[in-house]
């Protein structure tokens, strides 16, 4: 009871953020084996973008990354990430949401994580590696009653601001790319 008079209290001040706590895929922390892996751009456009970012995650991860813009620079059989597909494409139509100033709750979703193609250099047989996982949220000034629910949470800031400080994508990632090597 005294959890939903403050919960009601701090929503009536500021507007906040539930997300489903059933959609975090529960991953336990494990070690790997510091493995070498090439991060292969393509040639696409934002390659070295999308590149750095997986790199700085699988080196958290435990692996030991490395970004090459031609597969002539790495030896054969080693291990090459390309084909990384673009990151956060959960979309939701938030017009309601500015059009009420957030009094009706603009439900949408946020993703986190990776998804990518692995293969050794000199092999055609490439496999997909999908470390992602979707959230559902829902933002405004009327949301409390979601987060009343033992399913949601509550969240003052963004959801991926605060889910960023939990390491459920990094240790997907250390999970997947371990089963595909």
Known sequence: MIRALILILLISVFPGCVYRIADIPA????????????????????????????????????FKPSIIGDLSEVSDEAYIIDEIEPWGECFSEPLLFV?????????GCEEYGHAFMLHQKGSANKVRVNAKYTVK?????????????????????????????????????????????
């Open 27 to 62: 991953v336990p922390s494990f070690n790997v084996a510091p493995q070498k892996i090439y991060i292969h751009t393509g040639g696409e456009p934002y390659g070295w973008q999308s590149a750095s970012r997986l790199a700085s995650d699988l080196q958290k991860a435990g």
């Open 99 to 107: 059009l009420t100033l957030g009094i009706v709750p603009h439900i």
């Open 137 to 181: 949220v829902m933002a405004g000034w009327l949301v409390w009653p979601a987060a009343l629910s033992n399913s949601y949470a509550f969240t003052s800031t963004t959801v991926d601001v605060e889910l960023q400080h939990d390491q459920t994508a990094i240790r997907l990632l250390q999970k997947e790319l371990q089963n595909a090597l």
